[in-house]
């Protein structure tokens, strides 16, 4: 084996990928995983520009704790780390646990921030997990279905949401942060909000509530997202003074976090076949007087659609025009920046896993600015005592 095939493969092997992933991650076409699978074996070489986006691909996670920090978190349903990351960025909050059941988020989380997730917290015990002050998690919505008359924590059981009203109960930190989709306020007619709510205040804490858009918080997406903060009554004296941040509702363009279409990869033009279904289910749900079907964005748009976790589908929600030939899917950089990550958040895994990730995550920017405000409660908090 040539010392370039033995680099590529020992490097490859170091970050833990499959040849797809690796040729996905350098920017390979349609099929990259043949490519380096003959680099591999000698069958071919790579350009000076590949090889050197192999070997620069980053070994270090970028999102590693500070070495001092003023508060700790843990991180549950952590997916990719998009809560974490937004107080990481605060520069004053260190992490002690995280937990992530998929095992291509937990690949995507340990590359960023050096650590790799506990599996399935429901079986997680509360007394296993380090104390903290702050819980942040995006649990998953459930239906309540056997929600009784109280709408209280036991009603709560078989949720996942009871995984973290249980290690709150056991753990009591000092303030917590959840994120759900908007339609949590009215799921099941507005009981399983009403048993969350009820929960978290029999717990013996202040909460608040908000929607954000995160286009309100310079990012050209449409996506609203409810966010729930607590805090403890026993430890937090001066939760009264918590305010929800100002979005500065800055002026967005799609083109902000556009690559050229000149330099975007083939592979992400949708084909023919593709193009032709989207316009034709589109004709067909007009026809029916529905607003269903595909979305074309360019450069100028404001904001695109909410991105979902099914985007790797198809990516009829947003699709950006392109002149002369079939609109593209975004990269899936273009899908990180969407959700407001930084150029420096490595992206270890396939475009198909990757497109689920970031459609899965949050808005960084507006964790952030939610964050900002809970320390400064936390701050005032201790200077009281």
């Given at each position: 084996m040539s010392p370039i095939a033995e680099q590529i493969k020992a490097k490859r092997q170091r970050l833990s990928m499959t040849q797809k992933e690796l040729a996905d991650t350098i920017g390979l076409g349609r099929y990259g995983d043949r490519t380096v699978r003959r680099w591999e074996c000698d069958e071919s070489t790579p350009s000076k520009l590949?090889?050197?986006?192999?070997l620069k691909f980053p070994e270090k996670a970028p999102f590693t704790n500070p070495e001092k920090y003023d508060y700790s978190m843990i991180d549950l349903f952590a997916g990719i780390g998009g809560t974490r990351l937004g107080f990481y960025q605060t520069k004053r909050v260190g992490n002690v646990f995280s937990s992530e059941w998929d095992k291509f988020s937990q690949k995507t989380y340990q590359a960023n921030f050096g650590e790799m997730p506990e599996g399935d917290i429901t079986k997680i015990q509360a007394e296993d997990i380090p104390d903290h002050d702050i819980l942040v998690g995006g649990f998953p919505c459930q239906a309540f279905s056997q929600a009784g008359k109280k709408l209280g924590f036991e009603d709560t059981r078989g949720t996942l949401f009871f995984d973290v009203a249980r290690i709150i109960k056991g753990k009591r930190p000092k303030a917590f942060l959840l994120e759900n989709v908007k339609n949590l306020k009215n799921h099941d007619h507005g009981r399983t909000f009403k048993a969350i709510m009820n929960t978290l205040i029999d717990l013996d804490y202040n909460v608040y509530y908000t929607t954000f858009h995160a286009r309100d918080f310079g990012i050209p997406q449409n996506r609203e997202r409810i966010y729930i903060v607590g805090f403890d009554k026993h430890q937090v004296s001066s939760h009264d003074t918590f305010r929800f941040p100002l979005a500065p509702k800055k002026e967005t363009h799609v083109g902000d976090i556009l690559e050229p279409n000149s330099s975007v990869d083939e592979k992400y033009t949708i084909s023919d076949k593709l193009w032709e279904g989207h316009k034709r289910r589109k004709a067909e749900n007009k026809a029916k007087g529905n607003g269903f079907g595909y979305s074309i964005f360019t450069a100028d748009s404001p904001y695109t659609n909410t991105i979902s976790a099914r985007y790797y589908k198809d990516g009829s929600e947003i699709l950006i025009k392109q002149e002369g030939r079939n609109p593209r899917k975004l990269t899936p950089r273009e899908a990180a920046r969407l959700q407001g990550f930084p150029e420096n958040y490595i992206i270890p895994v396939s475009d198909t896993?990757?497109?689920?990730?970031?459609?899965?995550?949050?808005?960084?920017?507006?964790?952030?600015?939610?964050?900002?405000?809970?320390?400064?409660?936390?701050?005032?908090?201790?200077g009281a005592h």
């Open positions: 590949e090889l050197n986006a192999i896993q990757a497109y689920k990730e970031f459609g899965n995550s949050v808005c960084v920017p507006v964790i952030h600015a939610i964050a900002e405000q809970v320390l400064d409660v936390l701050d005032h908090s201790i």
